[in-house]
């Protein structure tokens, strides 16, 4: 039975390369020298760090340029609100990694919502979608690459 998985997931390396280009791009802007601005990744983490809130939006803006220009789809990008003290602003960006329940009810749903023969199930961070037809599978791809949903899908592991 022809079977696929939906999956949500980001290449932390190319996550942390986007980072270090970002660090260096603000290393050589008139507006950052000599601040303390920087970026920090931990894990599924980046911490924005700049004197001020205004600056913090400069660097996001730097950063998202730097993921798309390594094709990291940015919808994986969840911001936190920015925390201010007297020195410093820091905001933290969390990088989500598979699909989260919620959105893996709301995906179900809306497989389910045309009828077609397809069984789906919820796998951890993943969705396996089976059905008998092919043809079938592929109208299912179709239309989840054209959703909009605020996570980025992937299609893999295809069997026939």
Excluded: H, W
């Amino acid at each position: 039975m022809p079977s696929f998985d939906v999956v949500s997931q980001v290449d932390k390396q190319e996550v942390t390369n986007a980072v270090d280009q970002a660090n260096r791009e603000l290393a050589t802007r008139f507006d950052f020298k000599g601040t303390n601005a920087k970026f920090d990744v931990e894990d599924d983490q980046i911490t924005m760090r700049a004197p001020n809130e205004f600056q913090l939006r400069q660097m996001y803006d730097v950063l998202t340029k730097r993921l798309v220009g390594r094709q990291v789809d940015i919808r994986c990008l969840k911001l936190d609100d920015p925390q201010i003290n007297v020195s410093e602003a820091r905001q933290l960006i969390t990088v989500r990694q598979g699909v989260e329940s919620e959105m893996a009810r709301e995906i179900v749903k809306l497989i389910k919502a045309p009828k077609l023969k397809v069984q789906v199930a919820i796998q951890g961070s993943k969705l396996r979608v089976s059905g008998k037809k092919r043809d079938e599978l592929q109208q299912v791809i179709g239309m989840l690459k054209e959703a909009k949903l605020d996570l980025p899908l992937q299609f893999e592991n295809y069997r026939d």
